[in-house]
């Protein structure tokens, strides 16, 4: 996890270039990571790049199924992709998880 908590800090702290290269690093150790991917995801939704959000959020689902901040998250970039209807049913979802009180908040 050492190249993802080097990514974390540099985008945090604004450094894109470097956290995208720590985290390309990350990936080369652990190409299915979710959390890599999740905050990958989390990076291009905020960027204005919902397709390669959702690409990173699908990598990361499987490992990361109880957690709704990722099904709220696939939710928005599906709906800004234009996938409305799918979109919503992610943040349903999400929304769901989140006032049950069994998801999990990684």
Request: proline fraction near 4%; hydrophobic fraction near 35%; aromatic fraction near 6%.
């Amino acid at each position: 996890a050492g190249h993802r908590s080097l990514a974390y800090l540099d985008m945090s702290e604004g450094k894109v270039e470097e956290g995208l290269k720590e985290y390309g690093l990350a990936l080369g150790r652990r190409p299915a990571d979710p959390i890599t991917h999740f905050n990958l995801g989390n990076y291009f939704l905020r960027s204005g790049d919902p397709e390669t959000a959702i690409e990173h959020y699908r990598v990361a689902e499987p490992l990361m199924e109880e957690n709704w901040i990722l099904h709220r998250n696939l939710g928005v970039a599906m709906v800004e992709a234009g996938e409305e209807e799918a979109g919503q049913a992610e943040l349903a979802k999400g929304e769901e998880m989140r006032a049950s009180g069994k998801a999990d908040e990684e």
